[in-house]
């Protein structure tokens, strides 16, 4: 059974990066040039910027990558797969719904690394930040993490959505509500008190949170990290858990 879930994943995430050939412009668009564009275009509103600051905008520059490449990547091509009947034929061959998600959701995982690879010394340069190779394998396993508990929510919204318009407006909405509900981009300590909560849900808020200590600091916080990866796991067996594999 574990060998064939295996195999079959394997066989749909090459599907998947083949099919992605004919969309890499726009996969590149929305993963790097709108995640860096829009942080760029934030720090020109702050001339005369501290370390802080430019950390901060690093931060968030990462969240929303992977918040768009996992939710939008993952939900919308699900929808397509599904408007297209797909889906339907993957469930008669008969192949596992995990190996379904995991094919394709390793291919977006690969773009986010390759992505995170990419802006992090761009960002250094742009906003004249120090880093390491050190601070770029933390970071990139940080983002990886997080993505993966991200996972869910896009594979819910793509095979539950009435159609692959209503996917797309809901992966796009929700992309953008993590991203910018989490304190990536600006301070925790800028939320009220009796809201913070709200944020801590959030697995991109301690994601945001380690990033931004290691680049102040030079120093991984391992409470953190831990709370990262447990808070991970929930959600990726709820998401796993709430797709909708067959039509009623």
């Known amino acids: 059974m574990i060998k064939k ?11 998947t990066i083949l099919s992605l050939r004919e969309a890499l412009i726009p996969f590149i668009i929305v993963s790097i040039f709108i995640p860096l564009g829009t942080s760029y275009l934030v720090s020109l509103a702050s001339p005369n910027w501290n370390l802080t600051t430019k950390i901060d905008y690093l931060s968030g ?3 929303l990558s992977s918040s768009l490449t996992i939710i939008n990547g993952v939900g919308q091509y699900i929808a397509e797969d599904r408007s297209l009947g797909l889906i339907s034929w993957y469930r008669t061959l008969p192949v596992h719904p995990i190996s379904y998600v995991i094919g394709i959701t390793s291919t977006y995982l690969i773009g986010i ?3 995170s690879a990419l802006l992090i010394p761009i960002a250094s340069i742009l906003w004249n930040i120090h880093i390491d190779i050190i601070y770029i394998g933390i970071t990139i396993i940080v983002v990886i993490i997080q993505s993966l508990s991200l996972i869910g929510l896009g594979a819910i919204i793509g095979t539950r959505s009435n159609n692959f318009q209503t996917a797309i407006a809901i992966t796009n909405l929700l992309s953008y509500v993590i991203a910018f509900a989490t304190p990536a981009y600006y301070s925790i300590n800028a939320i009220p008190e009796e809201f913070r909560f709200l944020c801590y849900i959030l697995p991109t808020t301690e994601a945001a949170l380690i990033i931004k200590r290691v680049y102040m600091y030079g120093k991984i916080n391992f409470s953190l990290f831990m709370v990262l990866i447990f808070m991970s796991i929930p959600y990726m067996l709820i998401g796993f858990k709430g797709i909708k594999w067959r039509e009623k």
Do not use: P, R
Request: hydrophobic share 70%.
């Open 5 to 15: 879930i295996v195999s079959d994943a394997f066989i749909i995430s090459k599907i």
């Open 61 to 63: 520059m990462l969240v």
């Open 113 to 115: 690394l390759i992505d």
